[in-house]
Nanobody
């Protein structure tokens, strides 16, 4: 049974920082991608960042240079360090994990496992 549990929700002022964590258990597909998505009210879920088994990362243009995704396999935890936060970063953030190779990292439908989400608010 795969479980992904996000933490690190918070409200910050513009320019501030937050670090989101995603503790995962039962996930044995270490050879596949894990990522962060976000969804603001009235908008579609958007891919924010992804990391593959080699540590290669990809980011949506809107967060490039401000956000950093990382994974600690020993702790079974995925992270998203968010610096220079902007009001437009406000959203529910979700951790996601794939169980097979994906063709487009930003495609939410390609990820099989999801956390419950954690709220980020930037004012």
């Amino acid at each position: 049974h795969v479980q992904l549990v996000e933490s690190g929700a918070g409200s910050v002022q513009a320019g501030g920082s937050l670090r989101l964590s995603c503790a995962f258990s039962g996930y044995t597909y270490s050879g596949h991608c894990m990522g962060w998505f976000r969804q603001a009210p009235g908008k579609e879920r958007e891919g924010v960042a992804v990391i593959d088994m080699y540590g290669t990362t990809r980011y949506v243009d809107a967060v490039e240079g401000r956000f950093t995704i990382s994974k600690d396999n020993a702790k079974n935890t995925l992270y998203l360090q968010m610096n220079g936060l902007k009001p437009e970063d406000s959203a529910m953030y979700y951790c996601a994990a794939a169980q097979s190779a994906i063709t487009g990292w930003e495609n939410a439908w390609e990820y099989h496992f999801w956390g419950q989400g954690t709220q980020v608010t930037v004012s």
